[in-house]
């Protein structure tokens, strides 16, 4: 039996996947490689000795998902793919919908056409809004700002709505704070197509070079020193509660929602000091306006993931200023060989 990882070619997905190839598990990937090179395979086979499963399709073709199914015995599902911009979500916003929604709507469909019903979802912080205070617990209400985030909350609430008509399904909604890092090989990493978003990507393209300067954006904000601040996570450290996540689904039929984060925030500039200091290379920077959206501090509760998952955080800060850079500085352009 095989897990199938939707946007296993992605940053999350892949070193998701290298996780469970670790563990033993036999993975299929389903990814149309909208934002991933193929050449993750390989690298995910460099690091692994396996090869995944793969398939190139768009999971919103039910035809070719049914394929898969068929071909492949699933007997459960992380579902990563997705888009994620925020900024490009409030220009493109049916697209967004369209994308995010109906793609998971005809996942579920199949899903359950071959009675397939646990399924691990990348919800985000994002869904706590704007108006809850940091740390975020998992019973505070949901809402969202943009396009992206509605789509989280929406999607969360059509997987809780599809348990309460069938309880055979069981379902985990993560709830990621801020995936940084890369593993620690440097093979695997994010990477951004385009001028970065977020903020550590926009680091590592500072540091090696393909960016002059880092604008960070407000410095009056009520927090330790004026900048934003949120609540890092090593992607690895992410993919492991993945892990977790999965062998709870298995054991309990619910709808099971996790932070999954380290419970403590970490400001623009703290971050920005970190990586001079464990990288020794310096990242100019200048300060700007707020930008529209942002909220000062985002941190979760991570308790619950604790207590129900025996998951938490092991990597430091450093750790993902480090492995960063490991990345970024043995892949200048990212997958891409020039
Ligand atoms: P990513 O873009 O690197 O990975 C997503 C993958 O899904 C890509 O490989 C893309 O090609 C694929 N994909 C997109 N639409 C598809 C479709 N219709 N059919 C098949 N494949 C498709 O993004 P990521 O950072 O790895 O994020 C993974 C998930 O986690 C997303 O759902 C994202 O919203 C969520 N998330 C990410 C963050 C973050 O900061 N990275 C934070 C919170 C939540
Ligand atoms: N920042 C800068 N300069 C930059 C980029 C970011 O100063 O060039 C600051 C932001 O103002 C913020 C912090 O760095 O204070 C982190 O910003 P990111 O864009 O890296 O992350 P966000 O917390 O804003 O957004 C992330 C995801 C969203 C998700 C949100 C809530 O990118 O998809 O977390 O979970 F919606």
């Keep these: 039996m095989s897990i199938l990882v939707t946007g296993g070619a992605g940053y999350i997905g892949s070193h998701t996947v290298v996780e469970l190839l670790n563990m033993g598990k036999d993975v299929v990937i389903v990814d149309n490689l909208s934002n991933s ?7 995910i086979k460099e690091i692994t000795g396996k090869r995944p499963e793969f398939y190139q399709i768009d999971i919103s073709n039910k035809e070719l998902l049914r394929n898969v199914f068929e071909k492949e015995k699933i007997e459960a599902v992380i579902h990563f793919a997705g888009f994620k911009a925020v900024d490009e979500s409030v220009k493109y916003p049916v697209m967004y919908y369209e994308n995010n929604i109906m793609s998971t709507l005809s996942l579920i469909e199949i899903m359950t056409e071959y009675d397939v019903k646990k399924i691990v979802f990348s919800s985000s912080a994002t869904v706590y809004g704007i108006n809850n205070p940091s740390p975020l617990v998992e019973e505070m209400p949901t809402s969202a700002t943009n396009p992206y985030g509605y789509t989280k909350v929406m999607l969360e609430q059509i997987l809780k709505d599809v348990y309460v008509a069938d309880s055979d399904w069981s379902i985990a909604l993560l709830r990621y704070f801020n995936p940084i890092g890369a593993h620690e090989s440097g093979m695997i990493g994010e990477n951004p197509l385009g001028i970065p978003n977020n903020l550590m990507p926009f680091i590592a ?23 934003g601040v949120r609540d890092y996570i090593h992607v690895v450290d992410l993919a492991f509660g993945h892990i977790k996540a999965l062998e709870k689904i298995s054991e309990s039929k619910k709808v099971h929602i996790y932070n999954l984060g380290s419970g403590v925030g970490t400001s623009v500039l703290e971050l920005i000091k970190t990586f001079e200091v464990e990288n020794k290379i310096q990242i100019p920077y200048k300060i700007v306006p707020r930008r529209a959206g942002d909220v000062a501090i985002c941190f979760a509760n991570a308790d619950k993931a604790l207590n129900e998952l025996n998951w938490k955080t092991t990597k430091t800060i450093a750790d993902m200023c480090r492995d960063t850079w490991n990345w970024q500085s043995k892949n200048p352009n990212g997958y891409r060989q020039s």
């Design 37 to 43: 090179s193929i050449l993750v395979l390989d690298r």
């Design 205 to 227: 393209q500072v540091a090696i070079g393909k960016r002059q300067e880092l604008s960070v954006f407000g410095n009056d904000y009520d927090t330790v020193d004026g900048t």
